[in-house]
């Protein structure tokens, strides 16, 4: 059974530029949630997508935005980038059946962003 | 507001040592899920142990134990003979019932297993 699959794996960018970062979730997973890992503030929550619609939202900007595509497949983009965006990004999907409560968490290596 | 706290920033014993790797966390809600992930060099989070807030049996897997005392607040991991492939950050991490899938880490515990 494939894992969660991140691309692309490492990337950079200069200030100002927007940036797409991909995940694909386990077969039959149809949860996928974003977070944010930096040394300063650690793992931090970005968004969670279940049947292409958000059902939770972390505290970040709305820079930060993300969609989910009917196979389950999301995309998080994060426009005018600052330096302070540079992270390694982990996208986790989970088997989820209806809104409420979610499955062990199954997550990806990452994309680590560099903003130059 | 939910926060997880764990203390230790790093840790380094030697080969076939034991190590507990303690975890105090903060909510007020009644119903809620406690984990460990552990972290290697590659990035992935690995996902080690899950238990519900009305589950305070302790578990052991194999060399691995944990420890939840609501008491205390507490969900300890312990390594029973540490090898060197336990070598990596270990996070401790709380979600609620309701959104269990927006989870708060802890800052992460950094295991150094010497030969």
């Known amino acids: 059974k494939a894992g969660v699959t991140q691309t692309p794996r490492y990337l950079i960018k200069t200030r100002g530029q927007q940036v797409t970062l991909s995940c694909s979730p386990i077969?039959?997973?149809?949860?996928v949630s974003w977070y944010q890992q930096t040394p300063g503030q650690g793992l931090q929550f970005l968004f969670e997508y279940f049947s292409e619609t958000q059902r939770n939202k972390g505290n970040f900007p709305g820079r930060f935005s993300g969609r989910q595509f009917s196979n389950s497949r999301s995309e998080m983009n994060v426009s005018t980038l600052e330096l302070g965006d540079s992270a390694l990004y982990l996208c986790a999907s989970s088997f989820r059946i209806q809104a409420e409560n979610t499955g062990e968490l199954f997550f990806g290596e990452g994309s680590r962003l560099t903003v130059l | 507001a939910q926060k997880v706290t764990q203390a230790q920033t790093e840790i380094s014993v030697v080969e076939k040592e034991d190590v507990t790797l303690d975890c105090v966390y903060e909510t007020r809600d009644t119903t809620y899920y406690l984990f460990w992930y552990k972290q290697p060099p590659s990035g992935e989070l690995v996902f080690l142990i899950r238990r519900n807030s009305f589950d305070e049996q302790n578990e052991i897997s194999g060399r691995y134990s944990w420890n939840f005392q609501k008491s205390t607040s507490s969900f300890n991991f312990t390594i029973t003979a540490s090898q060197v492939v336990d070598s990596a950050v270990y996070f401790c991490a709380l979600s609620l019932w309701s959104s269990a899938s927006k989870i708060i880490f802890g800052s992460g515990t950094r295991l150094s297993i010497r030969p």
């Open positions: 077969s039959g997973h149809r949860s």
